[in-house]
């Protein structure tokens, strides 16, 4: 059974509302002159007037190589994304994909499209299937391998699989928590609480508590001390406490954490010190 994790709501999982990054179009020194007037109406936001130049260079009468037209195509995609013409866009994505399969921009494309149909299942099973494109061409946007895996842990996570999402973490993280951001550290503590792992959701907490207020520490390590991991929470109350000597809070919470864990002599000794601080 999956544990709750009672945390305030400015704490929202990040990878619940992760999103893939979007395209940019920022590459400098296309390959063909048709992409530039198209790259830069797009890069500026004005999406109505690439889809027109993108359409009438579409309309030239020359030959495409098949490279030129794939790119005119992710443009064109991107833009009626832009403007809400899904179903256009994922046609557009497809035909650019037909003409040349080695890239990353349509795939994005459709990605993005799965996620705002909510379809993570497809989602999830296109890009973990997909061999990832090597030698994309200049006008291409990649994917690092870290992209990937945090965007394959997110509709994971929003299919519950939460061991897949544990994976694929560790594959973009492989450092492990020192190297995420605090954002995806605060998932790893709840995805830790999800599978009930004490010792990883102690670690995570123990970074996430670093340099915070009281009130923040208590509301992170009580979600420990609430899954029954008494044991865990304990040492992380310590040595917050050391920084925090004044805190009454966290003195309380010492206390009552050394008489559930039999440590009477400690509880003992914390109760005399505030016994010593009163009569003071």
């Known amino acids: 059974m999956m544990r709750k994790v009672e945390l305030e709501p400015r704490n929202e999982s990040f990878l619940s509302v992760y999103r893939l990054p979007e395209l940019t179009f920022e590459a400098a020194e296309l390959p063909y002159p048709s992409l530039a007037p198209i790259w830069e109406n797009?890069?500026?936001?004005?999406?109505?007037?690439?889809?027109?130049?993108?359409?009438e260079t579409m309309q030239e009468r020359r030959i495409f190589p098949s490279e030129e037209r794939a790119a005119i195509k992710i443009a064109l995609a991107t833009a009626e994304l832009k403007?809400?013409?899904?179903?256009?866009?994922?046609?557009?994505?497809?035909?650019?994909?037909?003409l040349h399969n080695n890239q990353f921009a349509a795939h994005r494309i459709l990605l993005t499209i799965y996620m705002l149909r909510k379809d993570y299942t497809a989602a999830y099973l296109h890009l973990a299937n997909l061999p990832l494109p090597t030698k994309t061409p200049i006008w291409d946007e990649a994917l690092t391998n870290q992209d990937v895996h945090v965007a394959l842990s997110s509709w994971a996570w929003q299919l519950g699989e939460w061991d897949q999402v544990a994976d694929h973490l560790q594959i973009a993280f492989p450092e492990g928590l020192s190297e995420m951001p605090a954002d995806i550290r605060e998932?790893?503590?709840?995805?830790?609480?999800?599978?009930?792992?004490?010792?990883?959701?102690?670690?995570?907490?123990?970074?996430?508590?670093?340099?915070?207020?009281?009130?923040?520490?208590?509301e992170?390590?009580?979600?420990?001390?609430?899954?029954?991991?008494?044991?865990?929470?304990?040492?992380?109350?310590?040595?917050f406490y050391q920084d925090k000597p004044e805190s009454e809070l966290l003195r309380r919470r010492l206390v009552a954490l050394n008489v559930k864990e039999g440590n009477m002599q400690e509880a003992r000794d914390l109760a005399k010190t505030s016994a010593l601080k009163l009569a003071a």
């Open 42 to 55: 797009m890069q500026a936001g004005n999406f109505e007037v690439a889809r027109t130049i993108a359409r």
């Open 83 to 98: 403007l809400g013409a899904t179903d256009t866009a994922k046609r557009m994505a497809g035909r650019s994909l037909d």
């Open 220 to 239: 992170l390590l009580q979600t420990i001390v609430q899954s029954g991991w008494t044991k865990q929470a304990l040492p992380l109350y310590r040595k």
């Open 187 to 218: 998932d790893w503590f709840r995805l830790s609480l999800y599978r009930g792992l004490a010792d990883d959701a102690a670690a995570a907490a123990e970074t996430l508590i670093a340099g915070s207020s009281v009130d923040r520490a208590d």
